[in-house]
């Protein structure tokens, strides 16, 4: 163990944590839930959320700003928030948000995937160094989440070790595998030695890629010693992007859609994004189930833009519009709600730092919902059930997207690109 983190095992046994004889946290019993407990299950959907209403992330969200949309979150339906570093106030100020609002309104119900970010030495700069990590950072993070999860033990359900740390083309940040399972390792020692819930998950959150399910350059010994390590497998796919990096499955010919209009083409390129994505996640199980490797599976991240200045627009590969969001939103919640797997849906609301020199870019327009509070058409069907009345975001009352006006919003829809048949 290095030393790092030798420094930390000092802090957390240090400050302890009350945890009665069935590992709940005393006075909590009757009211807490594990991992085991929400992950899979219907009843608690889950969503990536940033609070973030400006294109730079050093203007840090508000507790208040965060509660109204903790508020929007739970009108909705979401039960499970995901977070992801812990180098700025956002996420402890997430979970004091949430625990005013427990205390508020003893009904209210959210919980929390916890995200410890992790680079390598040098990430950020025009050198990376990936043949080792920023230690002092790594371990700063993972203390930092280890106080959170014994703060808000019934909030606190996952911690995830990373974010896309292992995948290579994050070139300037990513780690080998071995960081990533030292301090999962450390993690679950914590959690044996009783200074964590028992019932907390461990694990982190990574592509498809790097969990094993694509080409052999990922497969090592340390993966291996990881996934068996976590708790469950946390797996991110991105249909989206590949219709511009790997675009074989957003291909479709002019025979292929002889006497369909351009929304039944749509719906099927849709359906071909969403098998997609589910292949790569099978891809992951069938490579752990050959290791001999059992654990639950659940969606880290997925996603799709509603909107794109850049490849995806109608010079590009015509993928990002509101439309085509709703229906791979619609289609991969049906899937994973009937296997009983959560999807961590990215994300809940558009954040305008992710490309803030270029606001049109796609990276920007991945929320359910915009900055200034309009949902988008993914979600109009739960506006028209009235659960967001009363609501608003930075005092705008929540709206729908398009003023709810259907024509308005297909006529932003993109045609699909159609090849011409060749012949036989």
Known sequence: MKKGVTILLFVVLAGGLLIS?????????????SASEILGNPNYPAISYGGYRHNTRKIQPTLEELKEDLKILAA??????RTYNLQFDHAPNILKAIRELKNEVPTFEMYVMLGAWIDCEGAWTDNPNHEEEDESANTLEIEKAVKLANMYPDIVKIISVGNEAMVHWAWSYYVKPGVVL??????????TNHKLPNDLWITSSDNFASWGGGDSSYHHPDLEALARAVDYISVHTYPFHDTYHNSGFWEISSKETKGLSDIETINILMDRASNYAIAQFNS?????????IKKPMHIGETGWASYSGDMFNIKGTRAADQYKQALYYKNIQSWANKNNISCFYFEAFDEPWKDSKNPSGSENHFGLITVDGKVKYALWDRFDQGVLNGLSRDGKTVTKTYKGNPDNLFIAVLPPAILESQMN
């Open 182 to 191: 030292k301090y999962v390792n450390y993690l679950q020692d914590v959690k």
């Open 21 to 33: 004889c069935n590992n709940k946290p005393k006075g909590m019993e009757s009211e807490y839930k």
């Open 76 to 81: 909705l339906g979401f039960k499970i928030l």
């Open 284 to 292: 992951v199980k069938e490579y752990l189930y050959n290791l001999g």
